[in-house]
């Protein structure tokens, strides 16, 4: 094996680490393996070999789980100009990094950006590999929670609609995509107060990943969590809790008590139990959260700022006003200088401060 050679495989292996440690919730880990992985590749690869364009992608997708979206956008840009450059518009390559750089925008919420990006992309995807394949349904689903994002709640049933039964066609009802999509199909259908076709959707869903997947697969997890947040809005604290304790249970026993997705699961158990009527509990439970994601993250990551927001709202539904204006306040400077102004999360921060200050 000659050096190019060796150093090849070696930026694959890193690679395939910054990958893992994406999927065990350690972006800031995955950021530095994949900035030292990118800075080798360049060096002795040079900018356009496949390697480096690879690695390249992981260190965009760590960014992006990393909450450092600016960085997460301007590289899947230099991405796809460089696939482009190299390979073509319309390569299957580029047509995926185009993919992934639509679903940045969307989770840095522009999904208007978004859409427009998807919309242009879907017709190219269409004329290569073919409508129903797995790379244009994975769009398509992304287009739909843009969509949602956007308050076309309408428009994304139907394109969630079209896409699994596309998937139902081609690979079956049980294909892991479709469940994404099924999963993605309850939550909109709640969003837009159709809560006895979330409940449907949900229940069904439920049965068929413990048939194809083990009911403690993270996939029925979800279910059962988005079924609970469904009940939640129906005014049935009483049968959500039960849920989200059972997730968190299983998420506790399957993850660990510091995942990231276990505290998300400690937050929704917290938010049913202050919708019940023990406001002060739910604060403990908002503060334990608040402390493990600070220990784990940068001061300013999403989920940080996150876990500052519900914490104010737990102070303010136990009346402690003065101590919820303080949080509120300290999250809204925060997320205009993370998020920006106009993102949603800042506009939800700013009017939770208002209606409190208007109340005082």
């Known amino acids: 094996m000659n050096d190019d050679a060796l150093v090849e495989r070696l930026v694959e292996l890193r690679s395939r680490a910054v990958r893992y440690l994406l999927s065990v919730a350690d972006p800031q880990r995955a950021v530095e393996e994949g900035m030292q992985n990118v800075a080798d590749a360049r060096a002795h690869l040079g900018d356009h070999h496949p390697a480096t364009l690879q690695a390249r992608i992981e260190l965009a997708d760590a960014f992006d789980d990393a909450g450092r979206i600016d960085e997460a956008i301007s590289l899947s840009t230099d991405i796809v100009n460089a696939l482009t450059s190299a390979l073509g518009p319309t390569a299957p390559e580029t047509l995926r990094a185009r993919h992934a750089l639509a679903s940045v925008y969307n989770s840095a919420g522009h999904p208007d950006v978004a859409i427009d990006m998807l919309d242009a992309l879907l017709p190219e995807q269409a004329g290569l590999p073919g409508e129903a394949h ?123 008590k510091d995942h990231p997705t276990t505290l998300v699961s400690v937050n929704n158990v917290a938010y049913a139990t202050q919708a019940s009527g023990d406001a002060e509990l739910a604060v403990e439970m908002y503060t334990d959260v608040l402390e493990q994601r600070r220990r784990l993250l940068s001061e ?11 914490l104010a709202y737990g102070l303010a539904g136990a009346n402690r006003t003065a101590e919820a204006i303080e949080v509120y306040a300290d999250v809204l400077a925060r997320r205009e200088k993370v998020l920006g102004a106009n993102h949603e999360h800042t506009v939800r921060t700013r009017r939770n401060l208002q209606d409190l200050l208007d109340e005082t």
């Open 134 to 256: 797995v790379d244009t349904l994975a769009t398509r689903t992304v287009l739909a929670d843009a969509q949602e994002s956007a308050g076309e709640t309408d428009a994304a049933i139907t394109t969630y609609l079209d896409v699994i039964a596309s998937y139902d066609r081609t690979v079956g009802p049980r294909h892991p995509e479709s469940f994404t999509a099924r999963i993605n199909l309850a939550y909109a259908y709640e969003t837009n107060q159709e809560f006895d076709r979330a409940v449907e959707v949900s229940e069904a869903l439920l049965d068929d990943i413990a048939a194809a997947l083990g009911a403690d697969h993270p996939d029925a997890q979800t279910v059962r969590n988005n079924l609970a947040y469904t009940y939640e809005s129906m005014g049935r604290p009483d049968l959500a809790v039960p849920l989200y304790e059972s997730v968190l249970a299983t998420r506790r026993r399957t993850l660990g």
């Open 300 to 310: 300013h990551h999403p989920d940080v700022l996150l876990s500052r927001h519900n």
